[in-house]
């Protein structure tokens, strides 16, 4: 097995295992910290041996050797056997055997609701729910927080020292509880997937596996919750974005923009779905942000080309998403729909202030847009400085060859 074929397989692995030993053993902290080098060991061993007969049981037990271990190096070791002995443990689940498979994702749910317990911070629960069950690393939950590593690194210990000290219960919250935490269970998984279908850094576009644990995990939720609206426009955004896949590079992994896609191998049935799901939900649910980013989505779905979609409907959408969920980068994708029915320079007015926000004012989508639009309204200098701009700040190679690309066309033009 290839080393990303390992990578893939650890990622999936990775929040079942945890379940697992936090079902066993309710430490949170120190269970994270032992499943995270059993899969140190299994990426530095597998490639090379194999992969074992029952690879989830040869992690468990590993990571669970770790754990004793590190219990054992502790001062206070008997005594902590002795409080164990006498007292129910705080996750009371039973935990299954090592080499049982586990019962149809239920045990990643419970992770991921317990990572966004109330106790912590949103920003916290959200840090954290990446690292334990969406397996990003801390540089990429960094980035995707326009955040320093080191700080994000510190907050993730934090959340969890705090998740440990209140002795959260490894189990689905109440229906109250669970509503409480909803929000950050979805932005959660709102990132992983974007992270997966543009990866922040790397020589490769896509992540399906992330893509493609984020839209289960929204496929569990749905089922969970089938009558929340917002959880139905997160699947149904997921899936109709996702449709583009196949579309978005060309024959040599280059990036292929929405206007240039072959719309004939967008995946149909996904996009089918997702237009089923944001259509249903609007019919009894307050639009949300999610729906709404769901129902622009199927507006581009829905125009057989680029040149017959519907922009004053995706301009209204992007208003209605701006006036209930206000941020920097809906104000991008904005100026983008805005600069096809008022004109370039419509758009790049949106733009301007933008360039004063700490959270957008050196980001690569800000110079990435902003060429964008001053290509198309005829300023080529600009928009050349602009894309060159854009391409030395980002830390995707697609994404940098094709802005490279973009520059190089301009100057050629001149």
Same mark, same amino acid.
């Given at each position: 097995?290839?080393?990303?074929?390992?990578?893939?397989?650890?990622?999936?692995?990775?929040?079942?295992?945890?379940?697992?030993?936090?079902?066993?053993?309710?430490?949170?902290?120190?269970?994270?910290?032992?499943?995270?080098?059993?899969?140190?060991?299994?990426?530095?061993?597998?490639?090379?041996?194999?992969?074992?007969?029952?690879?989830?049981?040869?992690?468990?037990?590993?990571?669970?050797?770790?754990?004793?271990?590190?219990?054992?190096?502790?001062?206070?070791?008997?005594?902590?056997?002795?409080?164990?002995?006498?007292?129910?443990?705080?996750?009371?689940?039973?935990?299954?055997?090592?080499?049982?498979?586990?019962?149809?994702?239920?045990?990643?749910?419970?992770?991921?609701?317990?990572?966004?317990?109330?106790?912590?911070?949103?920003?916290?629960?959200?840090?954290?729910?990446?690292?334990?069950?969406?397996?990003?690393?801390?540089?990429?939950?960094?980035?995707?927080?326009?955040?320093?590593?080191?700080?994000?690194?510190?907050?993730?210990?934090?959340?969890?020292?705090?998740?440990?000290?209140?002795?959260?219960?490894?189990?689905?919250?109440?229906?109250?509880?669970?509503?409480?935490?909803?929000?950050?269970?979805?932005?959660?998984?709102?990132?992983?997937?974007?992270?997966?279908?543009?990866?922040?850094?790397?020589?490769?576009?896509?992540?399906?596996?992330?893509?493609?644990?984020?839209?289960?995990?929204?496929?569990?939720?749905?089922?969970?919750?089938?009558?929340? %609206?917002?959880? /139905? *426009? !997160?699947?149904? &955004?997921?899936? $109709?974005? +996702?449709?583009? =896949?196949? @579309?978005?590079?060309?024959?040599?992994?280059?990036?292929?923009?929405?206007?240039?896609?072959?719309?004939?191998?967008?995946?149909?049935?996904?996009?089918?779905?997702?237009?089923?799901?944001?259509?249903?939900?609007?019919?009894?649910?307050?639009?949300?942000?999610?729906?709404?980013?769901?129902?622009?989505?199927?507006?581009?779905?829905?125009?057989?080309?680029?040149?017959?979609?519907?922009?004053?409907?995706?301009?209204?959408?992007?208003?209605?998403?701006?006036?209930?969920?206000?941020?920097?980068?809906?104000?991008?994708?904005?100026?983008?729909?805005?600069?096809?029915?008022? %004109?370039?320079? /419509? *758009? !790049?007015?949106? &733009?301007?202030? $933008?360039? +004063?926000?700490? =959270?957008? @004012?050196?980001?690569?989508?800000?110079?990435?847009?902003?060429?964008?639009?001053?290509?198309?309204?005829?300023?080529?200098?600009?928009?050349?400085?602009?894309?060159?701009?854009?391409?030395?700040?980002?830390?995707?190679?697609?994404?940098?060859?094709?802005?490279?690309?973009?520059?190089?066309?301009?100057?050629?033009?001149?």
């Amino acid at each position: 097995m290839t080393s990303r074929a390992v990578e893939d397989l650890l990622r999936t692995l990775a929040p079942q295992v945890l379940g697992v030993l936090v079902r066993r053993h309710g430490q949170f902290y120190a269970c994270e910290d032992a499943v995270q080098e059993a899969l140190l060991a299994a990426a530095t061993q597998w490639p090379a041996q194999g992969v074992p007969e029952h690879p989830r049981a040869w992690l468990v037990t590993v990571a669970t050797r770790r754990l004793t271990d590190e219990w054992r190096s502790e001062h206070a070791r008997r005594e902590r056997e002795v409080a164990v002995a006498v007292r129910q443990p705080a996750y009371a689940a039973v935990a299954p055997p090592a080499d049982e498979e586990p019962p149809s994702g239920d045990d990643t749910l419970k992770l991921l609701f317990l990572c966004c317990h109330p106790t912590l911070p949103v920003s916290a629960q959200v840090a954290l729910t990446l690292r334990a069950v969406g397996g990003l690393s801390t540089a990429e939950i960094a980035r995707a927080y326009l955040v320093p590593e080191a700080t994000m690194s510190q907050r993730i210990r934090r959340a969890k020292q705090r998740i440990e000290a209140a002795g959260a219960r490894f189990t689905m919250p109440s229906a109250a509880d669970r509503e409480e935490r909803l929000g950050a269970v979805l932005r959660v998984l709102y990132l992983v997937f974007n992270e997966g279908y543009t990866a922040s850094s790397g020589d490769e576009l896509h992540r399906v596996e992330l893509t493609g644990e984020a839209i289960r995990l929204a496929r569990e939720l749905h089922r969970l919750l089938p009558t929340h %609206g917002e959880v /139905a *426009g !997160l699947l149904a &955004l997921m899936l $109709l974005t +996702d449709a583009h =896949r196949a @579309a978005r590079t060309g024959p040599d992994g280059e990036l292929v923009p929405l206007a240039e896609q072959d719309r004939s191998r967008w995946d149909r049935v996904a996009t089918a779905e997702g237009i089923t799901l944001v259509t249903e939900a609007l019919t009894w649910s307050a639009p949300g942000p999610y729906q709404v980013q769901a129902a622009i989505a199927a507006v581009h779905a829905e125009a057989p080309s680029a040149a017959t979609t519907d922009w004053p409907q995706i301009v209204a959408l992007y208003r209605v998403l701006a006036r209930i969920a206000p941020n920097p980068m809906v104000t991008l994708n904005q100026a983008v729909a805005v600069a096809m029915v008022d %004109g370039p320079k /419509a *758009g !790049l007015a949106l &733009l301007a202030p $933008l360039g +004063d926000d700490d =959270r957008t @004012a050196g980001h690569h989508r800000l110079a990435a847009v902003r060429a964008h639009l001053l290509e198309l309204a005829g300023d080529r200098a600009d928009a050349r400085a602009a894309y060159l701009a854009a391409a030395r700040a980002t830390t995707s190679l697609p994404e940098r060859r094709y802005l490279e690309v973009r520059a190089a066309r301009l100057a050629a033009d001149r």
